[in-house]
């Protein structure tokens, strides 16, 4: 359903499970620039009223998702850590060039989040079948839900908004392109690395 090209390697969730408090820090700050994405493309793009709607409600959702990861980190006598830089979206948002269109800088951005979410979603499947922490495991489990929807959304609305054989290509070869960088990551206690 994802179409991800290269699947993580199990043994990430080994790493994972040693630095709990790390997969949760980072995966907080993953849920804040989830919802600062939303807002950005209202900001941007306020036009498309549909878009809009939608991101007014993914905003509040990721917000409250934010929040849990939050009240899980406290309730583990931690604090939230500091937000590092995200290397595997960094190097994503290489792949499209710059300018263009509005409605093509829009499908860009809406095919990197689309494919954001969808190895966030792959990612918490893993963690909700391997951690041995079952009540992690289980709100990975919801998480993995609501990722899997948010990655149709974004690209239902990319294809909308773009020529449909035109951004499927687009969105096939930026998958091509998003193995390539999965093979160097994976090593490190974050939800994209």
């Known amino acids: 359903m994802l179409g991800l090209k290269l699947p993580t390697d199990p043994r990430w969730v080994n790493l994972v499970e040693k630095n709990i408090d790390e997969i949760l820090t980072d995966h907080a700050y993953c849920e804040q620039k989830a919802?600062?994405?939303a807002i950005s493309?209202?900001?941007r793009f306020p036009e498309y009223t549909d878009l809009v709607e939608e991101m007014i409600a993914l905003s509040?959702?990721?917000m409250g998702h934010f929040k849990m990861v939050h009240d899980r980190i406290t309730a583990r006598g931690k604090t939230l850590g500091r937000d590092r830089k995200d290397d595997y979206v960094v190097a994503l948002q290489k792949f499209f060039p710059k300018g263009g269109s509005r409605t093509t800088q829009l499908v860009h951005r809406l095919l990197y989040?689309?494919?954001i979410e969808a190895r966030s979603c792959e990612r918490f499947r893993l963690?909700?079948?391997q951690l041995k922490d079952k009540e992690l495991a289980d709100f990975y489990h919801k998480l993995m839900v609501s990722e899997a929807g948010h990655f149709t959304m974004f690209l239902k609305f990319a294809r909308k908004y773009g020529e449909r054989k035109e951004v499927d290509q687009k969105w096939e070869d930026l998958l091509c392109f998003e193995a390539e960088i999965m093979k160097d990551l994976g090593k490190k206690e974050t939800v994209h690395g």
């Open 35 to 37: 919802a600062s994405t």
């Open 41 to 43: 493309l209202i900001i």
């Open 60 to 62: 509040r959702e990721e």
């Open 113 to 115: 989040a689309a494919l």
């Open 127 to 129: 963690l909700s079948e």
